[in-house]
T-cell receptor
Framework: AQSVTQLDSQVPVFEEAPVELRCNYSSSVSVYLFWYVQYPNQGLQLLLKYLSGSTLVKGINGFEAEFNKSQTSFHLRKPSVHISDTAEYFCAVKNSGGYQKVTFGTGTKLQVIP | EAQVTQNPRYLITVTGKKLTVTCSQNMNHEYMSWYRQDPGLGLRQIYYSMNVEVTDKGDVPEGYKVSRKEKRNFPLILESPSPNQTSLYFC???????????FGQGTRLTVV
């Protein structure tokens, strides 16, 4: 069975500072990995995804994530955050192939402080 | 515009009064699912559907029903709502299981 862990429930960071949101997964097979963002009072939208190929994935709004198979991690990073990045971020994992569903983490609330 | 539409956005109801939350997508996606979001628990899948007339239980199906009579629609039915079903609900669709999901705006349900 697959699982995903987001250890940080909240991350406060000053505007223009860098940020890293951590995501670790567990699976016995190859995986697909996703990061979604949820702005207040909205649904989730895709930030970026890793299916195969380059382990460094670039997404929207200047975010990127690196797939590290040996550490089973898929941390999300941004070199300089803006107030508008204040949102909740969800990591998700799915075993590649087959009919298993996506599993979401519990989310990390990013609070950007002016 | 490609979108997933849920209705209503907000709903307050009383225990035991049957309700339906509608979900419709215009992207011809095969896979649709319902999630509930609760603080500290993230998103938990309630039911999913691989295609028309094909539905299956997710992680927390108790107290819910779904149907998939048409490809675009996937309503969530609460036959006898209880206060522990107070939550934020999301419908999502994707082309298939291996592609990213598109989410609706959410339905905030309160059962008193």
């Amino acid at each position: 069975a697959q699982s995903v862990t987001q250890l940080d429930s909240q991350v406060p960071v000053f505007e223009e500072a860098p940020v890293e949101l951590r995501c670790n997964y567990s699976s016995s097979v190859s995986v697909y990995l996703f990061w979604y963002v949820q702005y207040p009072n909205q649904g989730l939208q895709l930030l970026l995804k890793y299916l195969s190929g380059s382990t460094l994935v670039k997404g929207i709004n200047g975010f990127e994530a690196e797939f590290n198979k040996s550490q089973t991690s898929f941390h999300l990073r941004k070199p300089s955050v803006h107030i508008s990045d204040t949102a909740e971020y969800f990591c998700a994992v799915k075993n590649s192939g087959g009919y298993q569903k996506v599993t979401f983490g519990t989310g990390t609330k990013l609070q950007v402080i002016p | 515009e490609a979108q997933v539409t849920q209705n209503p956005r907000y709903l307050i109801t009383v225990t035991g009064k049957k309700l339906t939350v509608t979900c419709s997508q215009n992207m011809n996606h095969e896979y649709m699912s319902w999630y509930r979001q609760d603080p500290g628990l993230g998103l938990r899948q309630i039911y999913y559907s691989m295609n028309v007339e094909v539905t299956d239980k997710g992680d927390v199906p108790e107290g819910y029903k779904v149907s998939r009579k048409e490809k675009r629609n996937f309503p969530l039915i609460l036959e006898s709502p209880s206060p522990n079903q107070t939550s934020l609900y999301f419908c999502a669709s994707s082309l298939n299981l291996n592609t990213e999901a598109f989410f609706g705006q959410g339905t905030r349900l309160t059962v008193v």
